[in-house]
Structure formats: structure tokens, C-alpha cells
Nanobody
Framework: VQLQASGGGLVQPGGSLRLSCAAS????????IGWFRQAPGKEREGISG????????FIADSLKGRASISRDSTKNTVYLQMNNLKPEDTAVYYC????????????????????WGQGTQVTVSS
């Protein structure tokens, strides 16, 4: 499966962005889709995930209350809606797909992922 992440950009603190992860080559229903981000000088961290088989969603504490993840099966796309963005949210955001049955462990291990998108830059600054 090929993943295309998009929707990043420059936003002021307190603003919102919706990131998209569009898939081609297979249906997302068979995958766990995770969102990761990597800030300059920091390790990549898992921030959200959605399990294709049942739609269960997972949001890391760093974004809890400010983000939601959803999918549109008709567009084979997963969305990450982020609100009340802060400067510390500045990072390159990646989506990834895993054929394994994952839950919270989908946010803590990159090794379980089979496919990665190219990343989209999010910059939160006034």
C-alpha cells in the first residue's frame, strides 16, 4: 500500500489543522494506521492510531483533548484533526500502515509498521 500524507502548513498557536493520509493499492480496512511526528532534534513519537477492523481509535496523552482521528472508507483516507495547536506541536508528521492487530502498542513501536508515508510539515508559530 502507498501512503500520501498531506495537510500540513504554518498555523498560529491555538489554530487547527486536519492532516490526511490517503492510501492506494489496498483498502485501509485491513490496516492499523498510525500517526507519528518528529520534531527537530527529537525522536519520532507515536501520537494517534486507528484500527481498520473495528475503527477503535487511540490518541497519545500529548494530544489528548486536542486531536481526533477518523477515516473515510469511501476515500480510503485517514484524518488527524488537531485543534488548539501549540508551538511544541511543530514537527514533521508521518502516517504509517501496519497489517498487524494493534492497539496502544501501535503508538509505541515503529517496527510493526509495513508502510510509511513521506511526511508533512506542521509549523505552529505566531
Amino acid at each position: 500500500v502507498q501512503l500520501q500524507a498531506s495537510g500540513g502548513g504554518l498555523v498560529q498557536p491555538g489554530g487547527s489543522l486536519r492532516l490526511s493520509c490517503a492510501a492506494s493499492g489496498d483498502t485501509l480496512r485491513w490496516y492499523f494506521i498510525g500517526w507519528f511526528r518528529q520534531a527537530p532534534g527529537k525522536e519520532r513519537e507515536g501520537i494517534s492510531g486507528i484500527r481498520g477492523s473495528d475503527g477503535n481509535t487511540f490518541i497519545a496523552d500529548s494530544l489528548k483533548g486536542r486531536a481526533s482521528i477518523s477515516r473515510d472508507s469511501t476515500k480510503n483516507t485517514v484524518y488527524l484533526q488537531m485543534n488548539n495547536l501549540k508551538p511544541e506541536d511543530t514537527a514533521v508528521y508521518y502516517c504509517a500502515a501496519s497489517s498487524a492487530y494493534l492497539g496502544w502498542n501501535g503508538l509505541t513501536s515503529e517496527r510493526v509498521y509495513d508502510y510509511w508515508g513521506q511526511g508533512t510539515q506542521v509549523t505552529v508559530s505566531s
